[in-house]
């Protein structure tokens, strides 16, 4: 794709929590207000936490139990997690049977010691990852109460995202380490165990404050509020930061308009700081070595790169500061931060970082519920990294084309299973893996061949602009390109989304009819799709026909760099077979030609093209 036909977004846009989104749609959004105070002890890898949080019910429905997630249970032989891991056909090498393995001062564990509710105790059992409560009184629409917990937990073995003692040594990756309300939406609760997928929340203010050993370095999520305590890098230009008192220090973040909260912890830590032009710090926090250093001090270059021009093509990064820390099994996405590996070439490096950091706008600021459509997340990240990695180093190949390969191989290899299965219950971590990552990815660049690139990536940024902060589905995403494009697309969400029905189209016959030429096209494969077909004559000159669906009601603009069109025509998705004529003698043609630009997904590409 030309880069040049992504077109800036300029200014923030703003979060209201219960906003008109509920009058013109009947959607809404709940909101938390989390404050937290936790203590860790870095001996026994235990913590012990008191959260506040105040809970606003701005649906129209009378709630009469809510759910927390408590992740750090997954990490315990026997948990759903661990059987999981071990039973699925191709098991994730990072976890196997490691859960299974882990010893009583190893395992995850997250417990609720007290709750109450506006001050009244409440019921609660804990179902392993799941806390279920019943309330001593509904929580009414449009009202607000107040949890008070006092909960307690040990840091598990580094195996998946989170964890202490990472393969390379950082000491704390504390992710989904603190209980965490479920959401609840329109499709009402979602209270899925915690079995190795990916996560959704409720956009909330967060304020944490976190007591360690001083010695510790942390970096996460949130604007530090005590920099000029804490020192570590954090400090005010010229402060001196007093020794503190005693054997501890108190961290205190806040976030704002966030649905998670994530934090590293290390004493080796080296904390950079880059202050952009814009306003945003970026913060990388690694452990200094000869596997790290070098890399970690170029990534201060890049991390900024991908900031703006994420932030140009996709829409505004909407916070005032992002933090790379090193920590976790890979990479992972949080709010204005991320947790990756360090030990890496800087390419890898480089690319992981530009992911994770990707996963801001569609993880982060967009949030689709990645259970329900990991694709709506992975893939739309994997393709915006793809761009993002293809500006920074300047490469001129199509940047998707490792997300076509990928989808190929997952069409041809009889484990495909609809984008629209649960992240849970793929039967395969393949059949995840390809359908959230690449052919979610290809879900967009085949969008650009549908509408055109131009107006697929206007959509894209009306997208942004119309549902950041609202946990947009794939039905919000199809109607904003329709409204972009004027043509109707639910055909490309039935299709490509809730079957594993593939693209295959085919020239079947180029023959002479008295002075002009007959084309005659075949679709082979169950999914219909609009085609360009470019005819290459003799003398190098270039000409296109374009075969529209009947049921996109509209057809795309002449793109700028394809070959003038001399003909539109739709094409039923009934008829298997569609013959044209080209008024061209036959000996003039060298070539015809479905889709040069390959971004079809047509899984049989030979027959896409004659020569003569």
Do not use: C
Request: hydrophobic content about 35%; glycine content about 8%; charged content about 20%.
């Amino acid at each position: 794709m030309h880069k040049n036909f992504m077109k800036p977004l300029m200014g923030l846009f703003l979060f209201v929590i219960g906003s008109p989104l509920s009058a013109q749609t009947g959607r809404f959004q709940q909101a938390v207000d989390y404050k937290m105070e936790v203590a860790m002890d870095v001996n026994s890898n235990q913590y012990q936490g008191k959260q506040k949080l105040a809970y606003t019910n701005n649906s129209p429905d009378t709630l009469t139990r809510v759910f927390y997630h408590l992740y750090y249970n997954a990490f315990q032989p026997g948990s759903m997690m661990d059987i999981r891991s071990r039973t699925i056909a191709d098991p994730d090498r990072r976890v196997g049977d490691r859960i299974s393995k882990l010893k009583p001062d190893e395992i995850g564990y997250l417990h609720t010691k007290s709750l109450t509710m506006n001050g009244k105790p409440v019921q609660f059992r804990e179902v392993e990852t799941i806390l279920e409560v019943s309330l001593p009184e509904p929580i009414l629409p449009n009202t607000t109460v107040t949890f008070d917990m006092e909960f307690e937990g040990q840091v598990p073995l580094q195996i998946r995202r989170s964890g202490r003692d990472s393969e390379e040594g950082v000491r704390y990756s504390m992710s989904q380490w603190y209980p965490k309300m479920a959401n609840y939406d329109e499709q009402g609760w979602h209270a899925n165990p915690y079995i190795g997928r990916e996560f959704y929340g409720i956009w909330g203010d967060f304020d944490v404050k976190i007591t360690i050993d001083k010695t510790y370095v942390l970096g996460g999520t949130g604007y530090l509020q005590n920099p000029n305590e804490i020192g570590h890098g954090y400090e005010d230009e010229g402060v001196t930061v007093p020794a503190p008192q005693g054997n501890t220090l108190t961290w205190h973040f806040v976030a704002p308009k966030v649905h998670d909260f994530m934090w590293g912890a290390d004493p080796k830590y080296k904390h950079d700081r880059v202050q952009m032009e814009n306003g945003i710090t970026v913060h990388h926090f690694y452990i200094p070595g000869p596997k790290t250093t070098e890399n970690w001090e170029k990534l201060k270059e890049f991390t900024p790169k991908a900031i703006n021009y994420l932030s140009e093509n996709f829409g505004q990064y909407p916070y005032k500061q992002f933090s790379v820390v090193q920590g976790g099994d890979g990479g992972m996405e949080y709010a204005m931060s991320t947790l990756v590996t360090g030990e890496r070439s800087l390419p890898s490096l480089v690319g992981v970082m530009v992911h994770e950091l990707a996963h801001s706008w569609f993880h982060g600021v967009l949030a689709s519920n990645e259970s329900l459509y990991p694709w709506m997340d992975e893939g739309f990240t994997s393709y915006a990294t793809n761009l993002a990695m293809a500006n920074i180093f300047q490469a001129s190949a199509n940047p998707q084309r490792g997300s076509y390969a990928g989808y190929y191989r997952l069409a041809l290899s009889g484990l495909e299973e609809p984008m629209s299965t649960h992240s849970d219950h793929y039967h395969t971590n393949q059949a995840y893996g390809s359908a959230a990552y690449s052919k979610g990815a290809v879900f967009l660049a085949q969008l650009g061949y549908v509408l055109g690139e131009e107006v697929r990536n206007r959509g894209l940024l009306r997208y942004w602009d119309t549902w950041q902060f609202k946990h947009p589905n794939f039905n919000d995403l199809i109607r904003v390109m329709e409204k972009e494009s004027g043509i109707e697309l639910d055909w490309y969400k039935e299709y490509f989304v809730y079957t594993t029905k593939k693209i295959d189209y085919a020239v079947k016959e180029v023959k002479a009819n008295g002075n002009n030429t007959e084309i005659t096209l075949e679709r082979i494969g169950l999914m219909p799709m609009p085609i360009d077909l470019v005819i290459t004559y003799k003398d190098g000159s270039q000409e296109s026909v374009y075969l529209p669906l009947v049921i996109m009601r509209g057809e795309k603009a002449q793109e700028s760099f394809t070959p003038q069109r001399i003909h539109t025509e739709t094409w039923p998705w009934t008829n298997l077979t569609k013959s044209l004529i080209i008024s061209k003698p036959f000996s003039t043609i060298k070539s015809v030609e479905i889709d040069p630009s390959k971004r079809l997904a047509d899984v049989q590409q030979e027959n896409n093209k004659v020569e003569f």
